[in-house]
């Protein structure tokens, strides 16, 4: 499955077995896994297991995270998009079957709006082009930057609930509502 997808600022294209020591740069640094439960990757293998779950998404699921690339350095930054939560290991507490927008950027590339670009072009695509109901975010309660950014890019707060001993808030956008802020 190949996706591309362009904002001002970023490609978002399909993750791609080249992308392998961009997503262990990504993953293992322990920043990044601060709100995801403190379990960064150690090896390169473990990188490449988790480009392969993506790839799997794809043939199974018809959608799965973008690679997200800098247009301006051509550089992969981290990663974007929407996935499909469904069945017990995918679950989020007692949520099931559920596209959910994410994203993930390599330290160096925080605070520069990307992570909002890229999600906001997520939900586009979600929308618009995979004619879905709702897309909706979670996020830690201690993750200031990632709640920021879900209601910046329209997302409305609906609930919080515990999880693997941390508070996690739920937000969602539906349809109707995402609408309304195109016309």
């Known amino acids: 499955m190949t996706f591309n997808i362009e904002t001002e600022r970023l ?5 791609r077995l080249e992308d392998l020591d961009g997503m ?8 990044v896994h601060k709100y995801l439960g403190n379990k ?4 390169i ?7 392969h779950k993506i790839l799997q998404q794809y043939k199974t699921l018809g959608i799965g995270r973008f690679a997200v690339i800098e247009k301006a350095s051509n550089q992969f930054i981290g990663w974007s998009g929407l996935k499909f939560n469904t069945g017990e290991k995918e679950s989020l507490g007692d949520k099931r079957d559920f ?4 994203y993930r950027l390599i330290e160096h590339f925080w605070n520069k709006g990307y992570a909002r670009e890229s999600a906001i072009a997520s939900l586009n695509f979600g ?14 309660t201690g993750n200031i930057a990632s709640n920021k950014i879900l209601k910046k890019i329209g ?3 609906k609930e ?15 349809k109707e509502e995402y609408a309304k802020t195109m016309s």
């Not at 929308?127 to 830690?140: C, N, R, S, T, Y």
């Not at 609930?161 to 941390?166: D, L, R």
Request: charged share 25%; hydrophobic share 45%.
């Open 11 to 15: 490609l978002l294209r399909d993750i």
């Open 24 to 31: 262990f740069a990504l993953d293992s640094n322990p920043n």
């Open 40 to 43: 960064p990757i150690k090896t």
């Open 45 to 51: 293998a473990e990188a490449e297991k988790n480009i």
């Open 99 to 102: 596209y959910d927008v994410g």
């Open 127 to 140: 929308f618009q082009e995979l004619k879905l109901d709702v897309i909706v975010g979670a996020a830690e």
């Open 155 to 157: 997302l409305h707060y």
């Open 160 to 174: 919080q609930f515990p999880f693997e001993n941390e508070m996690i808030n739920w937000y969602e956008l539906k």
